[in-house]
C-alpha cells in the first residue's frame, strides 16, 4: 500500500481538494482529511513522539539498569573504593552497584528518549506541527496508479508540502 500525504494552508483550500479528489472517482475510503473539524493525528494513528520515547527509554532501562548494577558492583570491589566507611566492603560494593544502576537508568532516560523523540517518530513530528499550527493534511492511500493520479489533482492546489510513502514490504 501507498501513501501519498498533502499539506494544504486553510480548510477551503483542503475541502476543495478533497472535492476534485472524489470527483477523479478515489472513494471516500482511500482519501483522509486531517485537521481542526476532521480527524485529528491520533484518530489517524500517527506515532506520537513522547509514547515512542518512552517506550525506546523502556526497552533501554531493562538492559542498562541490571547491567549498570553489575558494572558499578564489580568496579567497586575491583578498586576498593570505601565510599562510606560505616557500610563496611559488601555495603560499599552495593552502593557502587546502585550507582551504577542509577547511572544506567539516566542512560536510558536520556538517550532512549532523546532517541525516540528525534528519530523514531519519523515523518509523524512535522505533520502533527502543522496540525498543530492549523494546516490540514489531505492522506491518499491506494496502489501506484491512484497515486499518482492523486499527486497530478493535488498539485493543482500548490500544497506546502507533497510526499508520497511506500509501505515496506512484508509488513
Given at each position: 500500500m501507498n501513501y501519498l500525504v498533502a499539506v494544504l494552508s486553510d480548510?477551503?483550500?483542503a475541502e476543495a481538494a478533497y472535492s476534485a479528489l472524489e470527483q477523479a472517482e478515489l472513494s471516500a475510503g482511500q482519501i483522509t482529511v486531517l485537521g481542526r473539524g476532521y480527524q485529528s493525528a491520533d484518530e489517524f494513528g500517527l506515532i506520537d513522539p513522547?509514547?515512542?520515547?518512552?517506550?525506546?527509554s523502556q526497552?533501554?532501562?531493562?538492559?542498562?539498569?541490571?547491567?549498570?548494577?553489575?558494572?558499578?558492583?564489580?568496579?567497586?570491589?575491583?578498586?576498593?573504593?570505601?565510599?562510606f566507611a560505616w557500610a563496611g566492603s559488601i555495603g560499599n560494593h552495593i552502593i557502587g552497584g546502585l550507582l551504577g544502576a542509577a547511572s544506567g537508568?539516566?542512560?536510558?532516560?536520556?538517550?532512549?528518549?532523546?532517541?525516540?523523540?528525534t528519530i523514531g517518530s519519523g515523518d509523524a513530528l512535522p505533520y502533527r506541527n502543522r496540525l498543530n499550527a492549523g494546516k490540514?493534511?489531505?492522506?491518499?492511500?491506494?496502489?501506484?496508479?491512484?497515486?499518482?493520479?492523486?499527486t497530478q489533482i493535488l498539485r493543482?492546489?500548490?500544497?506546502?508540502?507533497?510526499?508520497?510513502?511506500?509501505?515496506?514490504?512484508?509488513?
Open positions: 480548510r477551503i483550500q513522547n509514547q515512542e520515547a518512552a517506550k525506546r526497552r533501554l532501562a531493562f538492559w542498562l539498569i541490571p547491567f549498570g548494577f553489575v558494572a558499578g558492583y564489580l568496579f567497586n570491589a575491583l578498586t576498593a573504593i570505601e565510599i537508568a539516566l542512560g536510558a532516560l536520556f538517550v532512549g528518549g532523546a532517541v525516540g523523540w490540514y493534511l489531505i492522506v491518499v492511500e491506494g496502489n501506484d496508479a491512484l497515486i499518482h493520479r492523486a493543482q492546489f500548490e500544497p506546502e508540502n507533497l510526499q508520497g510513502y511506500a509501505e515496506p514490504a512484508g509488513v
